[in-house]
């Protein structure tokens, strides 16, 4: 019988071979983060035809700096990252890293740079205390 951690493996992997719902665009182009900052324009979106998740949101995260996203459960906090990761594109508005729109650059050299530390975590074990704070060591969001 498979493990718990053996199935949940399994469901990254199941993941990860899935088509992305985004594509490159064909004039695509190959992106190199310098600075890494972060910026929001007006990003509305919806999952599908479902209820706006975001509504006009903007903000600005300035290179090396640390912000936090706080708000309660379902409020759309993974979602902004998800558009980051062009997981999804924002319904209307902008996302620019660099002052570069990140809907005309290579999906694989934008997610390449990025590193995310995921809210439910799939490897480790999290009563072993070192094994957590190593993975958030290399990984940081
Ligand atoms: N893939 C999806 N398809 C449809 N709706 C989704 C999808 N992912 C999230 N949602 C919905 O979008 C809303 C925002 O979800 P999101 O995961 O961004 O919230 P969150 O602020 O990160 O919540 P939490 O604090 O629980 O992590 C929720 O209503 C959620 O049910
Ligand atoms: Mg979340």
Request: proline share 5%; hydrophobic share 40%; with cysteine.
């Amino acid at each position: 019988m498979a493990r718990q951690s053996d199935f949940q493996a399994f469901s990254l992997a199941d993941l990860y071979s899935k088509e992305p719902i985004v594509g490159d665009k064909p004039a695509a182009q190959e992106f190199v983060i310098e600075e890494g900052e972060i910026e929001l324009e007006n990003v509305t979106f919806s999952y599908g035809s479902g209820n706006k998740i975001l509504n006009n949101v903007s903000f600005r995260v300035l290179p090396g700096k640390t912000v936090a996203l706080v708000g309660v459960s379902g409020c759309g906090k993974s979602t902004i990252i998800n558009l980051i990761l062009r997981f999804f594109d924002p319904t209307s508005g902008r996302i620019r890293i660099d002052g570069r729109d990140i809907t005309g650059v290579k999906l694989q050299s934008l997610k390449k740079q990025v590193g995310i530390v995921p809210q439910v975590n799939p490897f480790m074990n999290f009563s072993n205390f070192l094994d957590v704070s190593s993975f958030q060591c290399f990984n940081p969001v």
